[in-house]
């Protein structure tokens, strides 16, 4: 089979191969994501942290709470929410966690105060997250995708 021209998609859900006017769409599983992490550089702008905030994820609070040296009631109160009047669950604030609290740094060069315990959601973030990119323009992003491209022109060519 013949690969007459490989474009990428800018939605990260979808990208696209066009091999002999058939486009086949793989998700975000997949050699296409491989390649992308690949060439993706956090550039530490902080956009990610500053508009998303602080994803909420059950393991990552207690990886927090032993990190910071505090309770992990405390974290969830602190960066979360709060108790519910009953104390049967949880109630949560995105006011605690937009932006995210441990986002530090410049407008130049941002940095996490928990980047070794940081929770899931941000490792995967732009590539593999639920959400995609959830409408922040990642320059890290376009750099990588600028980058495959250019490679799978030289490949394909």
């Not at 696209?16 to 486009?23: F, L, M, P, R, W």
């Not at 902080?46 to 393991?59: A, V």
């Amino acid at each position: 089979m013949l690969i007459k021209k490989f474009t990428i998609s800018t939605d990260r859900h979808k990208i696209v191969a066009e091999i002999e006017n058939t486009k086949l769409c793989f998700l975000q599983q997949g050699l296409i994501m491989n390649e992308l992490w690949k060439y993706f550089k956090c550039q530490q702008c902080g956009k990610c942290c500053d508009e998303i905030g602080l994803p909420y994820d059950p393991e990552s609070c207690f990886n927090i709470a032993e990190f910071l040296k505090i309770p992990v009631e405390q974290v969830m109160e602190k960066y979360y929410g709060k108790l519910s009047a009953d104390g049967s669950e949880w109630e949560l604030n995105d006011n605690k966690r937009i932006p995210c609290p441990f986002l530090k740094g410049t407008d130049d060069r941002c940095f996490c105060e928990i980047y070794s315990v940081r929770p899931e959601g941000c490792k995967l973030y732009p590539m593999e997250t639920d959400g995609g990119r959830q409408g922040i323009d990642c320059p890290s992003w376009e750099i990588a995708i600028s980058k495959l491209r250019k490679e799978q022109r030289k490949k394909y060519r």
